[in-house]
């Protein structure tokens, strides 16, 4: 999934130790720019996501794929928007490949073209329709019973 608002908050990272080795988790919020803007939470794991986070200039502009994930804890329902990427965002710009780090310049992608072009009308193509099916007579009764 994803969305586009605006950065207002990098919160805190929080590091660990499991048996597999060292974590880290971070997090920050968006604004949405909607009618009614609403502020959104996600979670950052692993250094790479984290260290997207960081480098990206605040109020600015993203766009961040995340997947929800619920789970069940005690009877009550906790649920974590992970963020898989971060980049800012271009209108008209379709999103990039795999998170591979955030690389901000201050300037869109080169050779990016944000204005539509007029494309041509798709042509209505031939349609076939098959016979319907006949139903059977009053005497021929297909039924099992």
């Known amino acids: 999934m994803e969305i586009t608002g605006k950065l207002i908050e990098i919160l805190p990272d929080v590091q660990g130790e499991s048996q597999r080795g060292p974590w880290i988790r971070g997090g920050f919020v968006i604004e949405t720019g909607d009618d009614y803007p609403r502020k959104v939470a996600f979670t950052a794991f692993g250094e790479e996501r984290v260290a997207m986070v960081k480098n ?9 794929t995340f ?8 009877g ?14 271009v209108p008209g710009q379709m999103p990039q490949g795999p998170a591979t780090g955030y690389a ?4 869109p992608a080169q050779g990016i073209q ?9 042509q209505p193509q ?14 021929e009764d297909d039924l099992p019973f």
């Open 114 to 122: 944000t204005t539509p072009q007029a494309q041509p009308a798709p």
């Open 76 to 89: 009550k329902w906790y649920t974590d928007l992970r963020c898989s990427r971060v980049q800012p965002f």
């Open 104 to 107: 901000w310049t201050g300037q």
């Open 67 to 74: 997947n929800p994930e619920s789970r069940e804890f005690n």
């Open 126 to 139: 031939a349609q076939n329709f098959a016979q319907p099916p006949q139903m059977p007579s009053s005497d």
């Open 56 to 64: 990206i200039p605040m109020n600015q502009l993203v766009q961040v």
